[in-house]
């Protein structure tokens, strides 16, 4: 398990223009290839739409009024009118078709990237805080959207729209069309190297403010620890740190931005000045070429160029955001699965129940095993506790045992099996964790106890909960079995959660039981009843359990006490009560 990024440590992604991930993108466009074939027709039929009023101008200006063809006049502004209705007609059919053609490609990628989450090991959200995880499914695709809806086509046709406008130009006037490109690049220049230093600057900023929600998520889902450890004032310290590095990110990026608008305004103003006074000078020289409505044709036409420019700098600016962006969401997406379906996996069916780990070593992070050679026999139906130091491996047997984790060395198998040679979800339904800290998720404590098994009746949720006992305190709950729990379960008691998540374990009803800790929450009265209702869960059923308090194990088959990367002692109670060893010391402390 690697170092696990914290939220003052920046994501670090590539600050240039990534083609293949551009490319890789597009492949989401393919279905849709058709319908953005039309997006560009109806983009360049605007683009052409837009360039005709110049020219009906310049007819005016040239011809009309010098004749005082009033008719003519009627008609040619009347055509603009007609124009620009269309142009604007078309545009807006233009702009509905690719924004809902963008959302529904982003739609996938968002499905993509949450079915992957549902597949990624646990060493990947080990890693990675989890609202850093958010900002990626989130935030990082919410930025996709606009390139999609907007960006691809628009970038294509700014150039098409620059190609055409250049060639308009250059069939009027050869000559002021050079006085136009002599102010154009230039500006392009300034600009594209604004847009380079903008680009750097947003690459920081995007992960400045992953750090940001990264730190939010933490705060809130730990609120409780936060008011009883008084870390309010240190977190708001430490929140006023990282928003500090967003904000003063925000402001240069702010400040460099508002520069756009005046170095266009300059080299616009000078190229018209420029443009002017050329005009100017060949009318004074007698030169027939150049007239009134010719510079205002040129004057629009300039406009038309110096826009869609200046437009493709944004985009390749936005390009480099969203490059940036998707680094770190296929990064999420190529996460490799460690943990998944081998080849010819078999179905893990009729469980008796016997466990073997067979000389296990494991390892979270390289070169630092937690368990070293580990051996253990498990017979159908036995029931073995785990106990030992924080830290010595104990939960790591368990997560084996699910494949939550797989061995680095050995085998762990059941019924003869290698549980990497079954299906995921044939051993998950055979085996079945209550954990420490169980989640409740929001709904109905009905729709709680039945998540393992959805098609699970009401009658079936109320005799597992009964069967635990939970039936007295959940009938306590305004609307009962029908009451809507908070997001993990706000309002319950820490006994009341264990209580529903003992009842969905129940309704599943798996071969293999594991308690993890799973009655370190519940009051001693409470345990009682629970206890009671366990040795008729787990009768003729092979259970691990690993605990804290000893009350609960003393019945076990086996308690095995693990230490130093293994099995340091193994026994019942009274076994290992008689050989007072490391277990003997845990029940006199």
């Given at each position: 398990m690697a170092k696990r990024n914290t939220y003052f440590q920046d994501e670090v992604a590539e600050r240039k223009i990534d083609m293949k991930l551009i490319a890789r993108v597009l492949r989401y466009i393919i279905p849709h290839k058709k319908t953005f074939v039309l997006i560009g027709l109806l983009m360049l039929l605007v683009s052409v739409v837009a360039l005709i009023p110049p020219l009906v101008i310049k007819e005016i200006t040239d011809v009309v009024i010098p004749n005082k063809d009033n008719a003519q006049l009627v008609y040619m502004v009347l055509s603009m009118v007609a124009l620009a209705a269309l142009e604007i007609s078309i545009g807006y059919f233009q702009q509905r078709i690719m924004g809902k053609t963008g959302h529904t490609i982003i739609a996938t990628i968002r499905e993509t990237i949450f079915y992957k989450l549902q597949e990624l090991p646990f060493d990947y959200f080990d890693n990675i805080p989890n609202g850093k995880i958010v900002v990626r499914v989130t935030d990082y695709i919410n930025g996709l959207a606009d390139f999609f809806s907007n960006s691809i086509m628009t970038f294509t046709i700014y150039l098409v729209k620059i190609i055409i406008v250049t060639v308009f130009m250059l069939v009027l006037s050869p000559l002021l069309t050079l006085v136009v490109f002599c102010t154009v690049i230039p500006m392009m220049i300034a600009i594209f190297t604004l847009r380079y230093i903008l680009r750097k600057l947003w690459t920081?900023?995007?992960?400045?403010?992953?750090?940001?929600?990264?730190?939010?998520?933490?705060?809130?889902?730990?609120?409780?620890?936060?008011?009883?450890?008084?870390?309010?004032?240190?977190?708001?310290?430490?929140?006023?740190?990282?928003?500090?590095?967003?904000?003063?990110?925000?402001?240069?990026?702010?400040?460099?931005?508002?520069?756009?608008?005046?170095?266009?305004?300059?080299?616009?103003?000078?190229?018209?000045?420029?443009?002017?006074?050329?005009?100017?000078?060949?009318?004074?020289?007698?030169?027939?070429?150049?007239?009134?409505?010719?510079?205002?044709?040129?004057?629009?036409?300039?406009?038309?160029?110096?826009?869609?420019?200046?437009?493709?700098?944004?985009?390749?600016?936005?390009?480099?955001?969203?490059?940036?962006?998707?680094?770190?969401?296929?990064?999420?997406?190529?996460?490799?699965?460690?943990?998944?379906?081998?080849?010819?996996?078999?179905?893990?069916?009729?469980?008796?129940?016997?466990?073997?780990?067979?000389?296990?070593?494991?390892?979270?992070?390289?070169?630092?095993?937690?368990?070293?050679?580990?051996?253990?026999?498990?017979?159908?139906?036995?029931?073995?506790?785990?106990?030992?130091?924080?830290?010595?491996?104990?939960?790591?047997?368990?997560?084996?045992?699910?494949?939550?984790?797989?061995?680095?060395?050995?085998?762990?198998?059941?019924?003869?099996?290698?549980?990497?040679?079954?299906?995921l979800h044939s051993l998950r339904k055979e085996v079945g964790v209550l954990m420490q800290d169980p989640f409740i998720f929001k709904g109905t404590v009905l729709e709680n106890i039945r998540y393992g098994r959805p098609d699970a009746t009401d009658e079936e949720c109320i005799a597992a909960a009964k069967t635990i006992y939970a039936d007295k305190c959940i009938e306590r709950l305004r609307g009962g079995y029908n009451h809507e729990l908070e997001e993990n379960g706000d309002g319950l008691s820490a006994g009341e959660k264990q209580l529903i998540s003992f009842a969905r374990i129940i309704l599943k009803n798996p071969s293999v039981i594991i308690l993890d800790e799973a009655t370190s929450s519940i009051d001693t009265e409470t345990e009682i009843l629970i206890k009671k209702a366990l040795d008729v869960i787990i009768e003729n059923k092979t259970a691990f359990i690993v605990a804290h308090r000893l009350s609960t194990i003393r019945n076990a088959d086996r308690i095995l006490y693990i230490s130093n990367k293994g099995i340091a002692e193994q026994g019942s109670h009274d076994e290992l009560m008689a050989l007072k060893g490391n277990y003997y010391k845990l029940n006199v402390n």
């Open positions: 920081i900023n995007i992960a400045k403010m992953s750090n940001r929600t990264a730190f939010l998520v933490e705060s809130i889902t730990g609120e409780k620890i936060v008011k009883n450890y008084n870390r309010g004032e240190m977190n708001v310290g430490i929140y006023d740190i990282i928003q500090g590095d967003c904000v003063k990110l925000w402001r240069k990026i702010y400040h460099r931005n508002m520069l756009n608008g005046p170095i266009v305004s300059m080299f616009w103003n000078v190229g018209t000045i420029c443009l002017y006074a050329v005009a100017l000078y060949m009318i004074t020289t007698g030169s027939t070429i150049v007239n009134v409505g010719l510079m205002t044709t040129f004057t629009t036409y300039m406009a038309q160029f110096s826009g869609p420019l200046t437009m493709i700098a944004v985009i390749i600016q936005n390009l480099a955001q969203v490059s940036a962006n998707l680094e770190r969401v296929f990064n999420t997406i190529d996460y490799p699965v460690t943990i998944h379906d081998n080849e010819g996996a078999e179905e893990l069916k009729n469980v008796e129940g016997k466990i073997d780990f067979n000389d296990v070593t494991f390892a979270y992070e390289e070169n630092v095993n937690i368990l070293e050679h580990f051996d253990l026999h498990v017979k159908p139906g036995e029931t073995i506790a785990l106990v030992g130091p924080t830290g010595a491996g104990k939960t790591t047997v368990i997560n084996m045992l699910t494949r939550f984790y797989d061995v680095k060395e050995g085998s762990v198998l059941i019924d003869g099996k290698d549980v990497r040679d079954v299906t």
